[in-house]
Structure formats: C-alpha cells, structure tokens
C-alpha cells in the first residue's frame, strides 16, 4: 500500500506546526485528528489488503451486478439502487445556510471552493469552471474525500478545517497550510463569486429540514411562518419557431432536454419519458435556471447558452450538459416532445 500523500509530509516539524493549526481550527485535539488520520488510512489499507477478484470499485448495484451470467446474486432487485444510494453516508450538498469555506488550488490556480453550512449538515466542493482539468473528475474527488470526513463524525465545519494544509493531489490540488477560512452568506452567493455568470440555482424545496419560508419539514416541529408567494415570471414555454437544445444527463442517461426558440424569446426543460422521476426532478433546477436568467434580462438563446457554462457538481440529481455537448437543431417544439416521449 502507498501511505497516502497527507499522511507522508516532506517536513514532520512543518507538518507538527500544521496539525496543530488544523486541530485548534476543527477544536479537537492534534492527537484526535492523528486518530482520524489513523482510522482513514487503517480502511485504505483494509481495501489494498483485498484480492483482485474481491474488489468492488463501487458497491453500487448499479455498477457491479447485471454484467455476466444472469444468477440470484447478480441480478438487481426492484429498489436495490434506491435503497443503496439512500443509504449512503455523506454530507447534504445543499443549504440554505451561512457557510465557511476555503479555497482549492493548484499550485497558483484555483481548482474551486470546499464549504460546510454553519450549524447544519451540509458540504461541498464548487469546482471552478476555468480551471484546467476535469472539473466534474475534481468535484468527484473531493466530494469522496468529505465522504471519508463525515464517516468520522466531523461536521461540515469542521471538515473544511481538516483539509487546511494536508498535502495538495497532483490533479484535483488541496488546500494550503495557511488558507484563512472565509464565510458566504449562501452557496449561492460563493457559486457566482467562482464563476461569474453560471448561478447555481437554489436546489430542492427542502433543505436544512425546512422549506424556504422555515416550515420545518418534520411537522412535529412546528409549521413556521405560512406565506404565499406568486410564481416567478420565465420565459414562454410555448413557441411556434424552430428550438436549438441540449440533453440533460446523469451518469451517460439522457435526463431530458433544455431548449430555446431560435426566433422568439420562449424556452424550458422537458424530462425524457423514459428517464422516469429522475427526469422530472431535474426539471426544477433547469426552469430555475432559466428564471434567474429572465429576470437577469437574459434573451432566451443567452440563458440557454449560460446554462452550457454551469459547472457539474458531484452526486447532482439535477444532471449536467456535458462539458463536450452539441447544441442540436429541432424544427418545432412538437418535434422535441415526439423525441422526449419515444427515445
């Protein structure tokens, strides 16, 4: 096994000086965060310990049965993957709480921002969508790293605090030894402040275990304010004139498709039929999207084009337009729809 490359420093007196920075930031001690150190690399090496033939790359169902002879043991049960990712430990992505967050670099370039809410559970990485590399590979990697901090206990926090100064990845880069922990007021806000033009969109309706206006979603826990709010104006999603778009995918599955007039001013998303519910969740952020880019006085064609410059973020539900997609022609709206429903 290679001793990973925060566990092996070049200076120990340096790296002594950093734990201890590390430790009074996270407000435990140097000696529990050489613990957790400890535990992390106690379970690489109970993976590296395993035969080849024991591996599994990823426990998905999804990604390790259905392949080879049709057997019991092979076959995916109805629910298995939802169960599986349900019960995936990891941070919350979204939050509608305040954040502390540090900057990811490369050397001098910054790959994106790690943040966790204040008092929540939720953590992340914004990738920056200048940065040279794969951005979605790089949300991946680190998302799989915060993974390993929540699996310890760590909360959001504390976990943007442990990665101060533990050795960068030649790829995905690190943080440094004296990054100073910022604060935004949303995720929202850091998205913009990263990548200027490409919002992030405000996620699903329940976040923190509260709707937007803090009715809490454990009714138990009381229902908070009631308010009414109108629907926020978007563009038409009807239109008589010819559409370019893009597919919206997850995981090499076409989600549905993004699309605007090339001659009116009228665009929105369609869930693909045969993507099911995942299609159809997706909607939410890609109409919001759209609506952010309306109010902004975007044309139709412009808010579709910013939406080809949004960056991907790791185990996003909402999909992604490839970093490689080809802005396709359709001759009428009917058209698109015929594709949505039967492809």
């Known amino acids: 096994m290679q001793t990973p490359p925060w566990l092996n420093p070049a200076d120990p007196e340096r790296q002594r000086e950093v734990d201890e920075q590390t430790a009074a930031r996270m407000g435990i001690t140097v000696e529990r965060l050489h613990e957790i150190d400890r535990q992390i690399a106690a379970d690489q090496r109970a993976r590296d310990a395993l035969g080849p033939a024991d591996r599994i790359v990823d426990d998905n169902p999804k990604f390790n049965k259905g392949f080879g002879p049709v057997t019991p043991e092979n076959t995916i049960a109805p629910g298995e993957v939802r169960t599986h990712a349900a019960n995936q430990t990891n941070y919350e992505f979204w939050t509608r709480l305040r954040v502390d967050y540090v900057s990811v670099t490369r050397g001098e370039e910054l790959v994106g921002y790690l943040y966790g809410s204040q008092g929540g559970n939720s953590a992340g990485f914004l990738p920056c969508v200048a940065a040279h590399g794969n951005r979605n590979k790089a949300a991946s990697y680190w998302q799989k790293r915060l993974a390993e901090t929540c699996a310890m206990g760590l909360t959001p926090e504390e976990a943007v605090r442990y990665f101060i100064g533990r050795s960068s990845d030649a790829e995905y880069g ?57 629907p926020k104006p978007t563009f038409p999603a009807e239109t008589a004139s010819s559409l370019v778009f893009y597919a919206i995918t997850r995981e090499n599955t076409i989600l549905g498709y993004l699309w605007s007039a090339t001659t009116e001013n009228a665009a929105d998303y369609l869930p693909r039929a045969a993507a099911g519910d995942a299609g159809v969740v997706a909607s939410g952020l890609w109409k919001h999207r759209l609506q952010n880019a309306f109010g902004t006085g975007k044309s139709s064609l412009e808010a579709l084009r910013q939406c080809r410059n949004v960056s991907a973020y790791a185990y996003d539900r909402f999909g992604l337009i490839e970093p490689d997609a080809i802005e396709r022609l359709a001759p009428s709206l009917a058209a698109l729809r015929d594709l949505a429903e039967r492809e």
Do not use: F, H, K, Y
Request: aromatic share 4%; hydrophobic share 40%; net charge negative.
């Open 174 to 230: 690190g943080v440094a030894a004296d990054a100073e922990v910022a604060v935004a007021d949303t995720i929202q806000d850091l998205a913009l402040q990263l990548n200027p033009g490409a919002p992030l969109g405000n996620g699903p309706w329940i976040q923190d275990g509260t709707s937007p206006t803090g009715s809490p979603a454990d009714r138990s826990n009381g229902w908070g304010p009631l308010v009414s709010a109108p």
